[in-house]
C-alpha cells in the first residue's frame, strides 16, 4: 500500500475493520471540502437560489492562494445555483465554489471555518482543526483518517451529500456565462464503474492532492448489499506524477478488492 495512513469501516455497522496510523494528524488537503459541503447543507434552506460570483472571490485566489488551488470553472460576474456551486465544491475541488459557499452561508471564509470547527467538536473530532474551506496547506489545518472517515460518515447521511459525492459528471443550469451550462466531471469518475468489479463497486470519494499531503482519499463502496468506508492520506507523488499516477485509487481498490474476497470466502 502506498498510502501513510488509512482507516476502513463497515458503514452499517460502524465497525473499524483495518485502521493504520488512523490517528496520526496530517494534512488533509481536498477531502477537506466533505465538511464545507456538510455545513453548507446544514444552513442553505434552498439549493435552487442564486448566487452571483463576486471579483473579491478572484481577486482572493490571486492573492491569498496565488492560483495554486484548482477550480470548477465558474467566473466573476456569473450567476449560480447553490446547488450547482456545491457541485463546483464535490466534484471539480472548486476553490472559488467553496469561497462562494463561505461567502453564502457565513460571510466570510473565516467566520464559515468557525462552522467548520464548530461542526467538527459537534461530531467529536478531536484530532482536527480547520483554518480554511479549500484544504489549502497551513499548519494549523490538520485531520486523520479516522476524523475524515467519521466526517464521511456523517456525510452520507444527508441526500444531496450522498448525491454530490457519487456523481460521476454533471452539467450545471445555463448561465449567463455558459449557455448550455458548465459540464463538470468528478475527479474520481474514473474508478466509479457501473457496475461491480472484482466483486466492489466504488459508489464516490472526494480525492485531495497537495504536495506536502500527498495524495488523499476518501471513498466509499458497495460489496455485497453493504457499504464500507475507506479514507487514506499520504500518497506521495511528485507534481508532475499528479496527473496520472493515482496512488490513492490504487489503495482504495486493492483494499477494497481484497475486503471482497474476504467477504466471498467466509459467507
Do not use: W
Not at 452520507?156 to 455558459?178: C, G, M, Q, V, W
Not at 463538470?184 to 492532492?209: Q, R, S
Request: glycine content about 8%; overall charge negative.
Amino acid at each position: 500500500m502506498h498510502s501513510q495512513e488509512a482507516i476502513l469501516i463497515d458503514a452499517d455497522s460502524g465497525e473499524v475493520l483495518q485502521e493504520l496510523g488512523a490517528d496520526i494528524q496530517a494534512y488533509p488537503a481536498s477531502v477537506t471540502k466533505m465538511m464545507t459541503a456538510i455545513v453548507a447543507l446544514e444552513h442553505m434552506e434552498n439549493l435552487d437560489m442564486t448566487y452571483t460570483m463576486p471579483q473579491s472571490i478572484y481577486d482572493e485566489l490571486a492573492t491569498t492562494y496565488h492560483y495554486d488551488l484548482s477550480t470548477a470553472g465558474f467566473e466573476n460576474g456569473e450567476t449560480v445555483t447553490y446547488r450547482d456551486i456545491l457541485y463546483g465544491v464535490m466534484l471539480r475541488s472548486g476553490a472559488e465554489c467553496c469561497l462562494a459557499t463561505a461567502n453564502i452561508v457565513a460571510g466570510s471564509e473565516p467566520a464559515f471555518v468557525d462552522l467548520m470547527n464548530q461542526k467538527a467538536e459537534e461530531l467529536g473530532l478531536t484530532n482536527t482543526h480547520f483554518t480554511n474551506c479549500t484544504g489549502y496547506n497551513d499548519p494549523s489545518h490538520f485531520s486523520t483518517a479516522r476524523d475524515m472517515s467519521i466526517v464521511l460518515l456523517e456525510g452520507l447521511k444527508d441526500e444531496d451529500f450522498r448525491t454530490f459525492i457519487t456523481t460521476s459528471e454533471h452539467t450545471s443550469a445555463p448561465t449567463n456565462y455558459h449557455a448550455s451550462g458548465l459540464e463538470m466531471v468528478n475527479t474520481l469518475a474514473f474508478a466509479m464503474t457501473p457496475n461491480a468489479e472484482n466483486g466492489f463497486k466504488i459508489m464516490g470519494g472526494k480525492t485531495g492532492y497537495t504536495s506536502d499531503a500527498g495524495q488523499c482519499l476518501a471513498s466509499f463502496a458497495q460489496i455485497d448489499g453493504r457499504e464500507y468506508v475507506l479514507v487514506t492520506f499520504g500518497a506521495y507523488v511528485t507534481e508532475e506524477q499528479q496527473a496520472t499516477t493515482k496512488l490513492h485509487v490504487a489503495d482504495a481498490e486493492l483494499i477494497f478488492g481484497r475486503l471482497a474476497v474476504y467477504i466471498d470466502r467466509t459467507t
